[in-house]
């Protein structure tokens, strides 16, 4: 039974890890053992060789740089956006970028060392990777290049674990110090374009956490685990769900939470309950 509630307070982070694992491993696979399941990388890839799937912020770049893209790579980048924008909200954060295993690690140690002065003064707002959006795509118009892909850390670090990171390291030991040292969830909660993208996108999603007030003990730990706690305004007010995009469905306010006054639901179900 110790077990069992042990690994309750950790079950979806344990299926998140298991999910950026596989999904890394899947890709290693195809690229280097030439299996057809997953090829490619996380900017476009193909499924049995067959399907193709497009990051539609990268797509959204290299049109802003004025190159034309084929039509399979936009169907692709629309079946991305479909997907996470119509179903799984913000997930890809959580689920899928393999930064995100590098940014729970400096939560966890900055945890580890006691509260630091950038928690309780934050050194930028949440609203600064709107305008990182804004800049990667004029900077992508002017220079004839999709920007943030040539300096993306989600990118480095999918290559470099799967080819040998290179010189890709420096950039991923950046948001690992910068999570560590000046900001917490610095990288993605208050710069990544990609996240902000993902957030804009998905602010209408079905699959998303809920609260019960009845249920809710106002113990504040669903706030204090959340990476981006400005969702979470309704516990310990109302029940509903959570409404904003910047929810990454990654599961921990739930994992976290004794009195089951957070679950995941779909938002129609559960805005009424």
Known sequence: ??????????????LRRLSQITIILLFAAGNLLGWHFLRGNLST???????????????????????LISGEAL???????????????RSFCSWV????????????????AGPGES???PVMGRDVRYWVIAV???????TGVAAFEWVSPISMMHRGLIFGFGMGWTMVLAVFLFDLTV???????????LGAFYSIITRFSLVRVSHSSDKCTHCMRCRQICPEQQVLTMVGTTSGPVTSGECTNCGRCIDVCNDDAMKFGVRMRTAKT
């Open 45 to 67: 890839s193909r499924i049995f060789g067959v399907v193709t799937l497009s990051d539609p912020y990268a797509i959204l770049q290299v049109l802003a740089s004025g190159v």
């Open 119 to 121: 928690e309780k003064n």
């Open 97 to 112: 970028c393999p930064v995100n295993i590098v940014a729970d690690f400096a939560d966890w140690l900055r945890k580890a």
């Open 1 to 14: 039974m110790i077990v069992i509630n042990r690994f309750r307070g950790i079950r979806f982070l344990a």
């Open 136 to 142: 990667s795509l004029a900077v992508s118009f002017f």
């Open 75 to 89: 169907f692709g980048g629309l079946i991305v956006f479909l997907f996470f924008g119509l179903i799984a909200g």
């Open 183 to 193: 900001l917490r969830h610095g990288f993605c909660g208050h710069v990544c374009p």
